[in-house]
C-alpha cells in the first residue's frame, strides 16, 4: 500500500512565522494516548500555517452585508460557543487580492503554509452529550420500552410494531413525567442524505401512532440519525433488521 | 474551437508541441474522450540536497502522481527507457544529445530540478524542457518551509497543466469529509491526494454533509450538537469559529451553496415531510421550491446556477428531479431502477453523477445527462458507493463506498477509470466534497 510518514511532529520556525499546525497537535494528542485515531495513514509531518489567519473582528467582515440580527433564519440562536456573536460572513464575494490559486507569473514563489485548520478541542458541550447520552440509555432500558421495526425501504408500522406501541403507550401514560424522543434508524443500504429522510418518516409514524394512542404529542420528539447512528455493523439481513428501527428513549434533562 | 484543437492535436502527432499561453483557454480538451492523445512527459526527477531525507524523491513522485491524475499527460518512465541526466541538474542540464534521445521515444517534455535547503526554508526548482520549442520554457523556484514540499510539488503540477491547457489544475484543491471518532462523526479535510488529513470539528456527536464556501475558508454543514436538532451550520476552518445558518424546526440538512454563493439551497421538514428551499445569502430571506408530500432533498446546483437537480420519492422510490431555480418547471430525470439519490451536477454542466441502485440491488454510481437521455454507470462491486462530488476541473468524482469493508473515500476519474482510495485509517469515513480551485 502507501508509504505511511510517521514523521514526528516538529514545531517549525519559518522567517518569524511561528505557528505549530494543527495536525502537529494532532500527533501530540495522539502520542498523549488522548485520542489514538487517524482517518487517512497519508500523513506529511506537520503543516506551517501562516499567521496571516484571521482575527478578531471576524472574517469577511468587512464585506458582511448587514450586522443586523439574523431573521426568520436564524430563530432563537444560542451562541454556540463562548464566543462573542460575529456576524456570518458573506457567502457570494471571494476573497480580494490573489488567493492562493492564482497563477502567479514571476519565476520564483514563496509558498505559504498548507491549510490553516484551527486546532479542535472536544468542547464542553460534547462533553455534556457524551454523558446525557449515557444517562438516557440507563433510563430508557430501565424503562423497558420497546422498540419498533421496520421494512426494507419502508416506513409503515407493521401489525407487531402497533402492539409494541400499545404497551411502550401504556408505560407512557403511567409515567406523565417523562418525556421521550423517538429516534429513526436505517440500515446502512442507500445514501446518507436519503436515509436521514426516511428515518424521519419511521420516527414521526411512530410519533402519529403514539399519539393516535392518545399521547400528547408535545411529550415526543423525533429525531432521524439515518444510517449514521447503526444498532448492529454486521453486513447481513439479522442487521439490518436490527437498525431499521424506530428507537424509543427516555429524555433526560 | 475546433480548428484549435486540430491543430493542438496535430502538434502534439509532430512532436512539436508549442507553449498555449493563456490564450489557448478556451480550447477544450475533454481528456476523457477516448481519441484524446496524452502529452507524453518524462520526469528526470529531483536532486537532493544531499542530506539522508529522500525529499528529491519525494517530490518526483508526488509530480508523477498529480501528472498522471491531471489526464492531460502521460508520465514515461526516463531510466528505464535509458534516459538520464549525466550528473548535472543545472538549467542547462538537458542538452541537443538528450532532448534527441527522449524525442526519439516520442517524449516531448521533460521535466527536472533540484530540492534544497538554504537557512530555514526548503527550495525547489523545478525546470521544464519542451521539445516544441526545443528549450527550456519554464524555470521555477519554490520556497518554503520543509513541511510544504508535497504543496511546492502540487504547484509544480499546476503549472504544467496551466501551461499546456490553459486550464487551473487540480493538484492544489482539498477533500473534506466526515469521520466516524468514538461514536460522533467530526468534519475534516484533506489535500486532493488523502495526504494530510487534519480534524475541523469536535463536537462528539453527528456532524454530516460538509460542503466548501466558493473561498474555501468555510465548511457549510449539518449539525447534531443540540442532538434532537439538526442545524446547518458554518465553521471557518482556519479559526474554528462557528455559526448557525439555518434552525429551522425539523430536519435541516443537505446543504449546497449556489455557484456565485448568492443561495443557499437545502431541505428542511419544518413543514412535516423534506422540502428543498434556498435562502439568500446575503439577506438570509428563505424561498421554498418544492410543494409535494413526499420527501425532497439533496438540491444540487447546475454550473450557471439556473437550475437544480433534487432527489424526490414522490413516485414511491427515490428518483432524481430537475427545477429551475425559482421551483418551476420541474420534471422527471430518472427512470431506470428503483432508486437514484444524491445528485451531483457536473462543473462542465453535462452530466449529473448520482447513486443508482442495479438490478443486484447494489448502491453504485452512474451519470445521467440533464435531458435524461444519456444513462452511464460507473463504478461496480459490492458495498455502497453514496455521495459523489465532483472535482472542479470535472475529470474526477470523489465519493464513499462500502467495498472493502469499511467506508472510505475514493476518486475516479469520470469515466470511471482509476479507483484510488485516498483515505486508510479510522472506523469510517464519509460524505466527501471537493474543494472548489
Known amino acids: 500500500m502507501r508509504k505511511v510518514d510517521l514523521t514526528p511532529c516538529i514545531a517549525v520556525l519559518v522567517g518569524g512565522l511561528f505557528l505549530v499546525g494543527a495536525g502537529c497537535g494532532k500527533s501530540i494528542q495522539a502520542n498523549s494516548g488522548a485520542k489514538s485515531f487517524e482517518p487517512g495513514a497519508k500523513r506529511e509531518a506537520t503543516s506551517v500555517p501562516k499567521t496571516t489567519a484571521s482575527t478578531g473582528s471576524g472574517p469577511g467582515s468587512s464585506s458582511t452585508p448587514s450586522s443586523k440580527p439574523p431573521t426568520a433564519a436564524s430563530s432563537p440562536r444560542e451562541p454556540l460557543s463562548s464566543e462573542p456573536e460575529t456576524p456570518i460572513p458573506s457567502l457570494s464575494t471571494l476573497d480580494s487580492g490573489p488567493g492562493p490559486f492564482n497563477a502567479k507569473k514571476s519565476d520564483e514563489q514563496r509558498v505559504p503554509g498548507d491549510l490553516l485548520v484551527a486546532k479542535t478541542e472536544p468542547s464542553d458541550m460534547s462533553r455534556r452529550q457524551v454523558e446525557e447520552i449515557q444517562r438516557e440509555q440507563v433510563a430508557t432500558a430501565a424503562s423497558g420500552l420497546e422498540d419498533v421495526y421496520f421494512g426494507f425501504d419502508s416506513w409503515q408500522i407493521s401489525n407487531e410494531g402497533k402492539q409494541t406501541l400499545m404497551v411502550d403507550a401504556e408505560w407512557i401514560k403511567a409515567n406523565p413525567s417523562q418525556k421521550v424522543t423517538i429516534e429513526g434508524h436505517c440500515d446502512e443500504r442507500g445514501t446518507l442524505a436519503y436515509n436521514l429522510v426516511l428515518g424521519e418518516k419511521r420516527a414521526k409514524a411512530v410519533q402519529t401512532y403514539l399519539t393516535e394512542l392518545g399521547i400528547n404529542a408535545n411529550r415526543l420528539t423525533v429525531v432521524s440519525y439515518g444510517k449514521e447512528r447503526p444498532f448492529c455493523k454486521d453486513r447481513e439481513e439479522s442487521c439490518y433488521q436490527q437498525n431499521r428501527r424506530g428507537h424509543i428513549a427516555i429524555r433526560v434533562q | ?437
Open chain 2, 1 to 437: 474551437m475546433k480548428i484549435s484543437l486540430v491543430v493542438l492535436y496535430l502538434a502534439l502527432l509532430g512532436g512539436l508541441i508549442g507553449i498555449i499561453e493563456s490564450g489557448a483557454e478556451d480550447v477544450f480538451m475533454e481528456a476523457t474522450r477516448p481519441d484524446f492523445q496524452k502529452i507524453p512527459i518524462g520526469i528526470f526527477g529531483f536532486r537532493d540536497g544531499g542530506d539522508q531525507d529522500p525529499n528529491g524523491e519525494k517530490a518526483a513522485d508526488v509530480l508523477r502522481a498529480d501528472l498522471r491524475r491531471s489526464l492531460i499527460f502521460s508520465v514515461a518512465d526516463l531510466p528505464k527507457l535509458g534516459i538520464r541526466l549525466n550528473g548535472r541538474w543545472e538549467k542547462d542540464a538537458v542538452d541537443k544529445r538528450l532532448a534527441q534521445q527522449a524525442s526519439e521515444q516520442g517524449i516531448s517534455v521533460l521535466v527536472w530540478g533540484k530540492v534544497w535547503a538554504k537557512e530555514a526554508d526548503m527550495l525547489l526548482d523545478g525546470y521544464v524542457y519542451d521539445g516544441g520549442s526545443g528549450d527550456v520554457v519554464a524555470d521555477r523556484r519554490y520556497i518554503g518551509s520543509s513541511s510544504v514540499l508535497r504543496q511546492m510539488t502540487h504547484r509544480l503540477a499546476d503549472e504544467l497543466v496551466f501551461r499546456y491547457t490553459g486550464e487551473q489544475g487540480i493538484a492544489r484543491t482539498k477533500i473534506t469529509f466526515v469521520s466516524e471518532q468514538n461514536g460522533g462523526r467530526e468534519l475534516y479535510v484533506m489535500d486532493y491526494d488523502g495526504y494530510g488529513p487534519r480534524q475541523v470539528t469536535a463536537d462528539g456527536f453527528l456532524n454530516l454533509m460538509p460542503r466548501w464556501s466558493r473561498d474555501r475558508r468555510f465548511l457549510i454543514f449539518t449539525s447534531y450538537r443540540e442532538r434532537t436538532k439538526q442545524h446547518i451550520d458554518m465553521v471557518e476552518i482556519a479559526t474554528g469559529k462557528r455559526w448557525t445558518l439555518i434552525s429551522l424546526p425539523g430536519l435541516n440538512i443537505t446543504p449546497a451553496l449556489s455557484p456565485d454563493g448568492s443561495s443557499l439551497a437545502f431541505a428542511t421538514s419544518q413543514d412535516g415531510n423534506s422540502e428543498v428551499y434556498k435562502m439568500d445569502t446575503n439577506t438570509k430571506a428563505f424561498q421554498r421550491l418544492t410543494f409535494h408530500a413526499a420527501g425532497d432533498l439533496s438540491p444540487a446546483w447546475s454550473p450557471t446556477g439556473r437550475e437544480l437537480a433534487f432527489t424526490s420519492d414522490r413516485g414511491g422510490g427515490p428518483q432524481l428531479f430537475v427545477m429551475s431555480a425559482d421551483g418551476s418547471n420541474v420534471r422527471r430525470l430518472t427512470y431506470e431502477g428503483d432508486y437514484n439519490a444524491a445528485p451531483a451536477w457536473s462543473p462542465r454542466g453535462n452530466w449529473i453523477a448520482h447513486v443508482c441502485r442495479t438490478e443486484e440491488r447494489q448502491y453504485k454510481l452512474c451519470l445521467v445527462s440533464p435531458d435524461g437521455q444519456k444513462h452511464i454507470r460507473l463504478t461496480s462491486g459490492p458495498g455502497v458507493d453514496d455521495s459523489p462530488s465532483w472535482s472542479p476541473d470535472g475529470r474526477h468524482l470523489v465519493f464513499s463506498s462500502t467495498r472493502e469493508g469499511k467506508s472510505h473515500i475514493y476518486m475516479i476519474d469520470s469515466d470511471g477509470a482509476n479507483l484510488e482510495r485516498l483515505t486508510s485509517g479510522g472506523t469510517s469515513n464519509t460524505s466527501p466534497a471537493w474543494s472548489p480551485m
